[in-house]
Structure formats: structure tokens, C-alpha cells
């Protein structure tokens, strides 16, 4: 299956000047997270500027389905009354989380750590992609699964620990997402969890635990690592959450203000959390005219406001050691360094791989598509920009919402249009980017 049951396919043209203040959807890994520490939480949660897209509809829906009280008080405001840690109710039904890996592998975490049975499930994506190496560890602490697809994939069931267990893992992979469970299911466990990378994946589980009153500390291990140590047993708190605007949506808006000729946007609350803004750091680094201002913060995590103005870009070399921060936006840099002037190669994407689809070579089939030379060898994305796209090409998204609106930020600015074959999976992340970005000025049909 390469596309939705109802594919909605679009068009995007070369565009007028693009502009306009505007503000992204709220942070889908904050989303998450707050609905789930919420849950975990003794008392109320409020939270505002939730992401209301599929994939976090869907951890809400678990978190009610796991016994804690869930409920859209207004536009994007949300409460949550929730259980207490490991206070998980056993659900009547499978949850079922979409498209949704983030969602997925942080409630099994969660579950882990709960005397609890649970089937975990999802869209035919998320059927396909590897959850083995969040339950080795979640296996140790001394859950068990019951039953699985070939390769420990989805639909599984998932036997919580009884008595869990504290460990110190060593993370394989620089994965926000491995260390989150291992540290939700840390919480039910007396003692110390401790969880070790050798290079630093993003610390929003870290953040948020302490904002909801976990004692948890973060320190340096070798040259680019963390060891994360948490103090199991916490009672844990309800607190408001601010949720800021999603760095990796507003990459979209932002790399189209530099490619689309006359263009000036202001981006509003944007996250500026280091391990989240390494688009920010390359496309300055490539020439791009952006002015940040504002800064604040809420929860432990900062934010600012952006102005992108159209910007020549050259050719850059992106280290592997950036790939943590910013794993999410390689796609629509690769259409920034196609329009560049200048080969950009970069480094270290083996992570893209084991996405919503073989994002690396899904990348590579986009722009190859509309006439961008590019090469993949081994882990490494190769672009030659020539200052322009010839366009014209028809895109296989395979249910991947970043494909669908690289894409169409291609086509913007591309000689000829750029067709996508569906962009229904747009709705999982960021369900008004086509009308937001009309109301920009771009050209879509």
C-alpha cells in the first residue's frame, strides 16, 4: 500500500512573493509528551497550543483508553486529570496509534512500567516499522511481549512489569524515542534509571519530567553523549504546559520564504531548543536570511519569533554529527540544496531509513523526479544545486506527510509544477498547511 484509501493528490506552482505573519502547529513531541506526563500526573493538566493532528489525536485517545481523564476544553486547550505513575487502567480495546511511531513507542514505555496488557497498533506505515529496539529494553526492566508480527513489529501485545526493574542501557542509535521509554517506564521502577547516548537525541522527555517534578539529571558522557539518570518512584504533579510552535513544520513556510522570489514571513513561537535547530543553523550556514527576536520560554523549552526573507543559498557540507537535530527537516533541506548554488552532501542519515517510509531514498526519488542530480552513498544525501529546478514531476509521497510538503515547497519555486500523488498524511502533523500556506500566497491546485 503506497497511498490512503482516499488519496487527495495536489499541484503546486511557481508562486508570487510570499507573505505574511503566521503561527505553526504546536510541537508534536511536545504534544505528546504533555498529554502522556499528564496522564501520569496526580491532579489537572492544562494544555494550550496542542497540536490537533492525527497522530496526537490518537495518544489522547490512548491515554483515555488507559483510565486517565482527557478532554478539548477550547481551540487547541486541552486538560488532562491523570492516574499517578504506573496507575494505568488495563484498556478494553487495542490502541491503535496511526501513523504515529512517536506516540506509539513512548505509551509502551508508559505500559511497561504499569502491572498492566496492552495491544499496541496502528496504519499500515506503522505496521512496517521497527519497534525491536525500544522493547530489548523495555524487556530488561522486566516487561514481556506476548505477541508480535514478524521483526517485532506492530500489532503486539505488551505484558507490563509487575515489579519493574531500574537499569543503565546504553542506547544503540542517537533515538529521543528509546531513551523516552526506557525513562516513562524508568518511573515506575525504584532507584535510578540511567540512560546513556553517545551522540545527544532531543531532550523534551527530560524537560518535561522535571517541569511535572521528576528528579532527573543530564550530564556529558564523551564527546558528543548524556547520561541521563532519573529517580524512579516520583508523584508526579499536573501542570500547565505551554506547547511551542513545531520546528519541524516550520520548516516548511521557512525554506519556501527563501526559495519563493520577493518572499518576507514571520514565523511566531517557534522552538529554539538546541536539539532542534539545526535547519536553522544550515540554512544560515547556506546564505539564508533569517532574524530571530522574542525569546521566552515555558515548560523548560525556548522560543522566538522568525523573519525569512528570499535568500541566494550555496552549497554546504552538513556534519553527521548535526543529524540529531534536525532528523526531521533533511527533507526539505534536500529541496533547498537543489536550488542552490552548489553541491550540499549530507552526512550520516542511516535514522531516515527506518521512518514513515525509506525517507533517504524517498528523497532521493523526489527530486531525481524533477531534474535535481543527486546521489546517495552509503548514509550520505548528495545534492548539485544549480540555482533552479526544472520540476514537472509526479512524486510518490508512500503515505509520508514531510515528503508530501517537501514536495510542494519544490513546486513553488520549480520551473514547471510539482505534483504530489497524496497529501492526506499532511493531516497527521499538520493539518492546515495547505490553507496556511494559500493564505501566504502560494500556488497550489
Not at 488519496?7 to 502522556?36: F, Q, W, Y
Not at 494550550?48 to 481523564?69: F, Y
Not at 533541506?333 to 542519515?349: K, N
Not at 543527486?374 to 512524486?395: F, S, Y
Request: net charge negative.
Amino acid at each position: 500500500m503506497t497511498h490512503s484509501a482516499d488519496p487527495k493528490p495536489l499541484e503546486a506552482r511557481k508562486s508570487t512573493a510570499l507573505h505574511g505573519e503566521v503561527r505553526v502547529p504546536g510541537d508534536k513531541s511536545i504534544s505528546h509528551r504533555a498529554l502522556i506526563l499528564g496522564a501520569l500526573s496526580v491532579g489537572e493538566t492544562t494544555i494550550s497550543g496542542l497540536l490537533e493532528g492525527e497522530d496526537v489525536l490518537n495518544t489522547a485517545k490512548a491515554m483515555q483508553a488507559l483510565g486517565a481523564q482527557v478532554a478539548r476544553t477550547g481551540e487547541f486547550a486541552w486538560k488532562v486529570n491523570g492516574v499517578g505513575v504506573a496507575g494505568f487502567a488495563q484498556p478494553q480495546a487495542p490502541l491503535d496509534f496511526g501513523n504515529s511511531g512517536t506516540g506509539c513507542r513512548l505509551v509502551m514505555g508508559t505500559v511497561a512500567g504499569c502491572p498492566i496488557t496492552a495491544q499496541f497498533d496502528g496504519d499500515a506505515s506503522l505496521r512496517s516499522r521497527p519497534m525491536r529496539r525500544v522493547l530489548d529494553p523495555l524487556q530488561l526492566m522486566g516487561a514481556s511481549v506476548m505477541s508480535c508480527a514478524e521483526g517485532g513489529r506492530l500489532p503486539l501485545t505488551l505484558q507490563g512489569a509487575r515489579d519493574p526493574l531500574p537499569i543503565e542501557y546504553r542506547t544503540p542509535v542517537a533515538s529521543a524515542q528509546i531513551k523516552s521509554a526506557v525513562l516513562l517506564a524508568g518511573l515506575a521502577a525504584p532507584g535510578v534509571t540511567t540512560v546513556i547516548e553517545s551522540e545527544a537525541s532531543r531532550d523534551h522527555t527530560e524537560l518535561m519530567l522535571r517541569h511535572f517534578g521528576a528528579t532527573i539529571s543530564s550530564q556529558p558522557e564523551g564527546a558528543h553523549g548524556r547520561r541521563i539518570a532519573l529517580t524512579g518512584q516520583p508523584e508526579l504533579r499536573g501542570a500547565p504546559v505551554v506547547v511551542p510552535a513545531d520546528p519541524s513544520s516550520a520548516a516548511f513556510p521557512m525554506v519556501a520564504a527563501l526559495l519563493v522570489p520577493g518572499s518576507d514571513v514571520v514565523l511566531t513561537d517557534v522552538m529554539t531548543n538546541p536539539l532542534r535547530t539545526g535547519l536553522f543553523t544550515t540554512l544560515q550556514e547556506m546564505g539564508a536570511s533569517i532574524e530571530i527576536s522574542e525569546l521566552r520560554g515555558d515548560a523548560g523549552e525556548p522560543m522566538a519569533k522568525f523573519r525569512v526573507k528570499a535568500s541566494r543559498l550555496k552549497g554546504v557540507d552538513v556534519p553527521a554529527a548535526r543529524a540529531p537535530a534536525m532528523i526531521d527537516e533533511y527533507l526539505v533541506l534536500a529541496v533547498a540544496a537543489a536550488f542552490a548554488e552548489g553541491t550540499t552532501r549530507m552526512r550520516g542519515l542511516q535514522e531516515l531509513r527506518v521512518k514513515e517510509s525509506d525517507r533517504l531514498e524517498a528523497t532521493a526519488a523526489m527530486l531525481r523526479v524533477n531534474g535535481v542530480e543527486v546521489a546517495i552513498e552509503g548514509d550520505d544525501l548528495i545534492v548539485a544545486g544549480r540555482g533552479h529546478v526544472p520540476g514537472g514531476g509526479l512524486v510518490a509521497t508512500h503515505m509520508d506527510h514531510r515528503i508530501a510538503m517537501s514536495a510542494l515547497v519544490m513546486g513553488l519555486a520549480s520551473d514547471q509544477p510539482v505534483r504530489v500523488d497524496d497529501t492526506a498524511f499532511i493531516a497527521t502533523s499538520f493539518p492546515d498547511f495547505v490553507p496556511m500556506m494559500r493564505r501566504l500566497g502560494a500556488e497550489f491546485a
